[in-house]
């Protein structure tokens, strides 16, 4: 186990929790604003490996489902404040035991924060891992399909009133619906507490040791500042990853479709990269990227835009004119096997690819 409990930490995991995102993820300023109040109340948070818990152990997974699109507002009074407390406490009344732990369902500077605070404020420790290894648009992204554990039973509430109790989906594409109709009925999100995992469920499903990649990262980011070096080589260097582009946002639309932000990308070429064109697809996250017509990084790999100083841009504030920088890198492995590329490779969003690693794209254009 290890303890978080300075702010500086806190900036670390933050940020390369949003780097790990790829465009979405929940809000930074959102997540920073979480753990910072934690540290300010004098609150440790406790970070432990899967091994150092009971194998009585429960652990739960609290997060957020929502469109991110800017334009998003509640159409109704808020009738709950802490909804993903509520969801909390109506799933540890189901399974009438103790929740040992959270774990965070996707990496994203404002969803890893949300299982960080519920976790610290109950006083349990958050799983250093996730199940995800990155952040995903989709249920149907979760390291649970690929063994076949399900996520229920589920607990969804919204901050407008609604509370659902989910005890079985007869599939992930009906559970999607709900959790994502719920969204949009409240305007914005549903608070979701679900996948109540044993110790040896979780053994099998986690992807070990991201909390303290984020933090990692997060650190290299800040040591590259401090030392007047390269922040966005920083990154690329902590996660085996590539910068493959630099340029100029010259195009960004998108649209709210069914609770989704949706939208493309056209990134002008600036310095070695002049006279080049990157684009890159979006649902919520940057999921398919081609220089020049040619993909150079395809999902479940990662693509990640960042300033000159390494901070990460989310697709929440992207916008035309913005200078950036494209850093691509491997997935996490799991997402490689052949059920994995079913939920998270490219045809599962549409494009007819199949899909190629993206260092074997990298060396196709020679980076």
Request: hydrophobic share 45%.
């Given at each position: 186990?290890?303890?978080?409990?300075?702010?500086?930490?806190?900036?670390?995991?933050?940020?390369?929790?949003?780097?790990?995102?790829?465009?979405?993820?929940?809000?930074?300023?959102?997540?920073?604003?979480?753990?910072?109040?934690?540290?300010?109340?004098?609150?440790?948070?406790?970070?432990?490996?899967?091994?150092?818990?009971?194998?009585?152990?429960?652990?739960?997974?609290?997060?957020y489902v929502g469109t991110i699109a800017p334009t998003a507002k509640v159409k109704k009074?808020?009738?709950?404040?802490?909804?993903?407390?509520?969801?909390?406490?109506?799933?540890?009344?189901?399974?009438?035991?103790?929740?040992?732990?959270?774990?965070?369902?996707?990496?994203?500077?404002?969803?890893?924060?949300?299982?960080?605070?519920?976790?610290?404020?109950?006083?349990?420790?958050?799983?250093?891992?996730d199940l995800l290894g990155r952040a995903a648009p989709e249920l149907h992204q979760n390291?649970?399909?690929?063994?076949?554990?399900?996520?229920?039973?589920?607990?969804?509430?919204?901050?407008?009133?609604?509370?659902?109790?989910?005890?079985?989906?007869?599939?992930?594409?009906?559970?999607?619906?709900?959790?994502?109709?719920?969204?949009?009925?409240?305007?914005?999100?549903?608070?979701?507490?679900?996948?109540?995992?044993?110790?040896?469920?979780?053994?099998?499903?986690?992807?070990?040791?991201?909390?303290?990649?984020?933090?990692?990262?997060?650190?290299?980011?800040r040591e590259a500042r401090d030392s007047g070096g390269d922040p966005v080589k920083a990154?690329?260097?902590?996660?085996?990853?590539?910068?493959?582009?630099?340029?100029?946002?010259?195009?960004?639309?998108?649209?709210?479709?069914?609770?989704?932000?949706?939208?493309?990308?056209?990134?002008?070429?600036?310095?070695?990269?002049?006279?080049?064109?990157?684009?890159?697809?979006?649902?919520?996250?940057?999921?398919?990227?081609?220089?020049?017509?040619?993909?150079?990084?395809?999902?479940?790999?990662?693509?990640?835009?960042?300033?000159?100083?390494?901070?990460?841009?989310?697709?929440?504030?992207?916008?035309?004119?913005?200078?950036?920088?494209?850093?691509?890198?491997?997935?996490?492995?799991?997402?490689?096997?052949?059920?994995?590329?079913?939920?998270?490779?490219?045809?599962?969003?549409?494009?007819?690819?199949?899909?190629?690693?993206?260092?074997?794209?990298?060396?196709?254009?020679?980076?």
């Open positions: 186990m290890f303890i978080i409990k300075s702010l500086e930490e806190v900036e670390d995991l933050v940020l390369g929790a949003t780097v790990m995102g790829t465009g979405g993820g929940g809000s930074p300023v959102e997540g920073f604003n979480m753990l910072k109040e934690l540290i300010e109340k004098g609150l440790e948070i406790k970070v432990v490996d899967v091994d150092e818990l009971s194998e009585d152990s429960i652990i739960v997974s609290p997060y009074p808020i009738k709950i404040a802490n909804s993903i407390g509520e969801a909390f406490r109506v799933m540890s009344r189901i399974l009438g035991k103790m929740i040992s732990a959270a774990i965070a369902t996707e990496l994203g500077g404002g969803n890893t924060a949300v299982a960080i605070l519920i976790a610290t404020e109950l006083g349990i420790p958050i799983v250093d891992g390291t649970v399909h690929i063994f076949d554990i399900p996520m229920y039973p589920s607990v969804l509430v919204t901050p407008t009133g609604n509370i659902v109790v989910v005890e079985r989906y007869a599939d992930i594409d009906d559970y999607e619906s709900i959790a994502r109709y719920l969204s949009v009925l409240s305007g914005r999100f549903v608070a979701v507490v679900d996948t109540p995992l044993t110790i040896g469920d979780a053994k099998r499903v986690i992807v070990r040791n991201t909390i303290s990649l984020c933090l990692r990262v997060g650190r290299a980011v990154i690329a260097d902590t996660l085996g990853g590539w910068r493959v582009f630099e340029g100029i946002v010259a195009e960004y639309s998108w649209r709210d479709e069914g609770g989704f932000l949706v939208g493309e990308t056209c990134v002008k070429g600036t310095g070695r990269w002049e006279g080049k064109v990157l684009r890159t697809w979006i649902k919520n996250e940057h999921l398919m990227a081609w220089i020049n017509g040619q993909p150079i990084a395809m999902a479940p790999d990662l693509i990640i835009f960042t300033r000159d100083d390494g901070e990460p841009i989310t697709n929440t504030v992207l916008s035309v004119g913005n200078k950036v920088n494209v850093v691509v890198a491997k997935a996490p492995d799991i997402w490689r096997s052949s059920r994995g590329l079913e939920l998270f490779g490219p045809k599962h969003f549409g494009f007819d690819y199949s899909y190629t690693p993206v260092e074997e794209l990298v060396k196709r254009f020679g980076l």
